[in-house]
Nanobody, 115 residues
Framework: QVQLVESGGGLVQAGGSLRLSCAVS????????MGWYRQAPGAQRDLVAG???????NYADSVKGRFTISRDNAKNTVYLQMNSLKPEDTGVYYC?????????WGQGTQVTVSS
């Protein structure tokens, strides 16, 4: 059974930091592209940051220079370090694992940034 379990969300003031974690089981984690997606209220779910199997990374323009995605293949975990948080970073953050036509989502973790 595939499981992606996010943690680390919460309420933080603007300018603060949070570190999200996504623990993965049931798949060959090291082979998968891993992404963090954000869904604000009333909006679509968008890719915030991604990291492939050889740790190449990509970021949405809105988070470049503030967010860092990383992975630990020994722990089957992907992280999202979020610094200099802004109110517009508020939303539910989802972890996704993708390999070819196979994709799996986590349940999401809420991040709320107060002004």
């Amino acid at each position: 059974q595939v499981q992606l379990v996010e943690s680390g969300g919460g309420l933080v003031q603007a300018g603060g930091s949070l570190r999200l974690s996504c623990a993965v089981s049931g798949i060959g984690f090291s082979l998968y592209f891993m992404g963090w997606y954000r869904q604000a209220p009333g909006a679509q779910r968008d890719l915030v940051a991604g990291i492939d199997s050889v740790s190449n990374t990509n970021y949405a323009d809105s988070v470049k220079g503030r967010f860092t995605i990383s992975r630990d293949n020994a722990k089957n975990t992907v992280y999202l370090q979020m610094n200099s948080l802004k109110p517009e970073d508020t939303g539910v953050y989802y972890c996704r694992a993708v390999l070819s036509e196979y994709g799996h989502w986590g349940q999401g973790t809420q991040v709320t940034v107060s002004s």
